[in-house]
């Protein structure tokens, strides 16, 4: 096989190792354990520090996790996605819930984007941060959900399909719809808070 082919399975068998890992953990096997964690360790705290902010704290949310991978790698199931997207969501849970208290209340499915944009409106202003606020709150949770990805998480939109388990089709025209429904919102409450909608360039 040329090593064109062999770097287009890696994904693939890394997957599968993932999976042999938490199988191995589930069975008591703590230098799984430990590779799991030197494989997804950087990944897992750069996401909490995005979303806490406080490296300390992201750290106590990574020891968490994997201490929850050891705990319940039994009830891990590959039907329900890779192992990535598994350690991703308790630590983007973990760290939510402890932003939970500090900011807004968690009344969205997928809360994050909110608390983020809230954050950068504050350097403008409470008015900002309400329109801010307002806007994202008129958008559908299907919206809401593929703009975090998008935008806050860096997921391209084949890769967003590929987690939420939808056509690639359907995932822009959500971006596009959510896109243009914060523009529409924002610029009616002001002119100037158009470009909160803006994609980035």
């Known amino acids: 096989m040329s090593a064109a082919g062999q770097r287009a399975m890696s994904p693939a068998a890394d997957d599968h190792d993932d999976v042999l890992l938490v199988r191995a953990i589930a069975g ?3 230098q ?3 590779r799991l964690y030197d494989r997804y360790a950087p990944v897992l705290l750069a ?3 995005r979303i806490i902010r406080d490296r300390r704290e992201a750290e ?3 020891h968490d996790v994997f201490l929850e991978v050891w705990r319940s790698a039994k009830d891990y199931e590959v039907t329900r ?3 990535r997207t ?3 969501i308790r630590m983007r849970s973990r760290a939510l819930d402890v932003t ?3 900011r807004i209340s968690r009344r969205s499915a997928d809360p994050e984007v909110i608390d983020r944009m809230a954050a950068e409106g504050e350097a403008g202003g409470s008015p900002d941060r309400h329109r801010v606020l307002a806007a994202l709150a008129a958008l559908t949770a299907d919206q809401r959900q593929v703009l975090e990805l998008a935008y806050f998480e860096g997921q391209s939109c084949s890769e967003i399909a590929e987690r939420i ?3 690639i089709g359907t995932v822009k025209s959500r971006l596009a719809a959510g896109l243009g429904k914060l523009r529409h919102t924002l610029g009616a409450t002001s002119g100037s808070a158009r470009t909160a909608g803006d994609e980035p360039s």
């Open 28 to 30: 008591g096997d703590r």
């Open 47 to 49: 996401l909490g520090l």
């Open 86 to 88: 598994w350690l991703i």
């Open 100 to 102: 939970k208290s500090a």
């Open 165 to 167: 388990g939808i056509p």
């Open 81 to 83: 996605g890779r192992v």
């Open 60 to 62: 106590d949310l990574l």
């Open 32 to 34: 799984a354990l430990a």
